[in-house]
């Protein structure tokens, strides 16, 4: 039996709740981890009619770091996000390279267990030096 697809908006607001403080994402890169990586405007708008405390749609910028609207308060996104560490000049966010969160690469950034590791020795490199 086939489970029903997960609603566009609730895969957004799901992707959205795991953007670690200090970081941020666009809203391309929101609607490409949903799936529909050409609906950057969709995510916009679920952001803009969210007003759940749980999910932090501050973090989620406009495309080459500009802040984007929050709320029609461009002032209050800019304030949390310096709040969490985000440099921001003007209405962009600064070193968005650095800032920038992808789920893939939260992934990568955690140590794989030590099993996991273990089984990427060479065949008969059984933990000698």
Same mark, same amino acid.
């Given at each position: 039996?086939?489970?029903?697809?997960?609603?566009?908006?609730? %895969?957004? =607001?799901?992707?959205?709740?795991?953007?670690?403080?200090?970081?941020?994402?666009?809203?391309?890169?929101?609607?490409? =981890?949903?799936?529909?990586?050409?609906?950057?405007?969709?995510?916009?708008?679920?952001?803009?009619?969210?007003?759940?405390?749980?999910?932090?749609? /501050?973090?989620?910028?406009?495309?080459?770091?500009?802040?984007?609207?929050?709320?029609?308060?461009?002032? =209050?996104? $800019?304030? =949390?996000?310096?709040?969490?560490?985000?440099?921001?000049?003007?209405?962009?966010?600064?070193?968005?390279? $650095?800032?920038?969160?992808?789920?893939?690469?939260?992934?990568?950034?955690?140590?794989?267990?030590?099993?996991? %590791?273990?089984?990427?020795?060479?065949?008969?490199? /059984?933990?000698?030096?």
């Amino acid at each position: 039996m086939r489970r029903a697809p997960e609603p566009f908006s609730a %895969r957004v =607001l799901s992707i959205v709740r795991r953007i670690p403080s200090g970081r941020v994402a666009t809203y391309g890169d929101v609607a490409a =981890l949903a799936g529909r990586p050409r609906a950057a405007r969709a995510v916009g708008n679920i952001m803009k009619g969210c007003g759940r405390p749980d999910v932090p749609c /501050h973090r989620v910028i406009a495309a080459g770091g500009r802040l984007g609207g929050y709320g029609g308060s461009e002032v =209050l996104k $800019r304030s =949390l996000l310096v709040a969490e560490g985000v440099i921001v000049s003007g209405t962009r966010v600064r070193d968005l390279d $650095r800032v920038r969160w992808t789920q893939v690469a939260s992934r990568r950034a955690r140590p794989r267990p030590r099993s996991a %590791r273990a089984g990427l020795r060479k065949r008969g490199d /059984h933990g000698k030096s």
